[in-house]
């Protein structure tokens, strides 16, 4: 752990008021933007990361500085998404996800495509059929796929954090993995029939 | 695939996807995959899925979202902190009616004692506050101003975003010639028809009746801008132009009026009456 991230812990315990800012100003993106990748809606993701740091600010005092602070939070994100998903009602959270998807894919136009619209088109339809293919994979599936793919952390990181071993971890993600190429599958032949 | 031969190197058809194979089992894999057309088809699978799916697509919030982020967190901890005390009495009071359902006795001995404690702060206050009282209840007749829930702060902070979109879409040079792009200006409709459906359920429809009614005025010219063309759709800009003007819905979003008037609707608390001492 660097000793910046130490001191700012201390100084976290002691109850200084600054110290929390700073741990907000200075993570709230990457919390935000984590609960977004599980969740997929911005007004949610804000809500999520907001508790995350809530959570961080009470019991900051238990942190015994095992695990680096950012892995800590992130865990608490993850596991406040996975308690939400399971106690949200599920048709309102397709439809607003699926509000949310429409609008975010509906801006962003792919670039590798930019100068053959049909093309570009066709991927975009193909990246939101693997994306909805995504939400309903089970929920620990998602997340160590997410967590694996979108956030770049390793197999290890995501053990510890889900608290399952890391066998477990690479066995959902191969059967996460095998869902979505069979999704693909289906989706051509869909297209060739 | 078929299951048993190819099941031991499924961890490692994982790994090697997400570039996590060591040098020794990738020459492993290496190996079966010389035979095995299934596991190399999975990987071919695999590269097709991921490539099609593509870097995770997040929405680009703007900067005031990320301004006003501590403030909105702070203020959240501050009700959280506020509601959490309240609940600390709670448990207290809980846990001495239990202590005392479990000793009958204490409770008519609790009772009096209660009562008299009562008596005997009403005697103290009353002595040395009275003379003074009628005095400083004319000067303290002066409602305190009731804590804005934060729902209201978020419809202001969203009617304020609204107002700064609309003034972009009014004043987006709109020509042929210049070739607008509305697509910013679509993502951010979008964003906040989605805050709007949140917080039209967590306002009061009384307290907030004219906040609601402005959302829903807006919410209409938002879904117009989140429908735009990206490019060129110059007469639907024209239309959303024509909506806004005809509706004054810029005059309309004056944020400090409309907060004093949600105050206004909620009931006020009585001032607390302070102890002799602080006077």
Do not use: I, S, Y
């Given at each position: 752990m660097a000793n910046d991230e130490k001191a700012l812990i201390r100084r976290l315990q002691t109850g200084e008021a600054s110290a929390f800012r700073e741990l907000v100003e200075n993570h709230k993106r990457a919390l935000f933007n984590l609960a977004y990748d599980l969740l997929g809606n911005a007004t949610d993701a804000e809500v999520i990361s907001q508790e995350a740091f809530i959570k961080v600010y009470r019991s900051i005092g238990e942190?015994?500085?095992?695990?680096?602070l950012g892995s800590w939070m992130y865990r608490i994100v993850v596991n406040l998404c996975l308690n939400r998903r399971r106690k949200k009602a599920l048709s309102e959270m397709e439809l607003r996800e699926s509000f949310e998807e429409n609008e975010l894919h509906a801006a962003t136009p792919t670039s590798d495509h930019a100068a053959d619209p049909e093309k570009a088109t066709e991927a975009e339809i193909m990246r939101r059929h693997l994306r909805r293919a995504l939400d309903r994979l089970s929920p620990q599936q998602k997340t160590i796929f997410v967590l694996r793919h979108?956030?770049?952390?390793?197999l290890a990181e995501i053990s510890k954090m889900l608290k399952i071993s890391e066998g477990t971890v690479k066995s959902q993600l191969f059967r996460a993995l095998r869902k979505l190429q069979e999704a693909l599958v289906f989706y051509k032949a869909d297209l060739v029939s | 695939m078929k299951s048993n031969p190819c099941k031991k190197y499924e961890d490692d058809l994982t790994a090697r996807v997400f570039g996590d194979l060591s040098a020794a089992d990738e020459r492993q894999l290496q190996t079966h995959l010389t035979e095995c057309g299934n596991c190399k088809n999975f990987l071919a699978g695999m590269d097709d899925v991921l490539g099609k799916l593509g870097a995770p697509q997040r929405p680009e919030m703007p900067e005031h979202f990320w301004e006003g982020y501590w403030h909105r967190l702070a203020q959240r901890l501050e009700n959280e902190e506020s509601t959490a005390s309240d609940s600390i009495f709670a448990r207290l009071w809980k846990g001495l009616r239990e202590k005392w359902a479990a000793q009958p006795l204490a409770i008519p001995f609790a009772r009096t004692a209660g009562v008299l404690a009562l008596l005997m702060c009403g005697v103290i206050i009353g002595h040395y506050w009275w003379p003074q009282s009628n005095d400083a209840g004319r000067q303290t007749t002066q409602t305190i101003p009731p804590a804005i829930p934060v729902a209201q702060t978020r419809a202001e902070q969203w009617l304020e975003r609204s107002q700064i979109l609309l003034i972009g879409v009014v004043n987006e040079e709109v020509s042929v010639a210049a070739k607008p792009d509305f697509s910013h200006q679509r993502l951010v409709s979008r964003h906040l028809l989605t805050e709007a459906q949140a917080l039209n359920r967590e306002?009061?429809?009384?307290?907030?009746r004219r906040i609601l009614q402005l959302m829903n005025q807006l919410e209409l010219v938002l879904l117009q801008i989140a429908n735009?063309?990206?490019?060129?759709?110059l007469s639907a800009v024209e239309l959303v132009r024509d909506g806004i003007a005809r509706d004054g819905l810029l005059l309309k979003i004056n944020i400090a009026e409309l907060a004093q008037h949600a105050q206004q609707n909620v009931a006020p608390k009585k001032p607390r009456q302070k102890s002799p001492d602080i006077l």
């Open positions: 942190f015994r500085g095992e695990a680096q979108d956030d770049d952390l390793p | 306002l009061d429809p009384v307290a907030d735009l063309e990206a490019e060129h759709d």
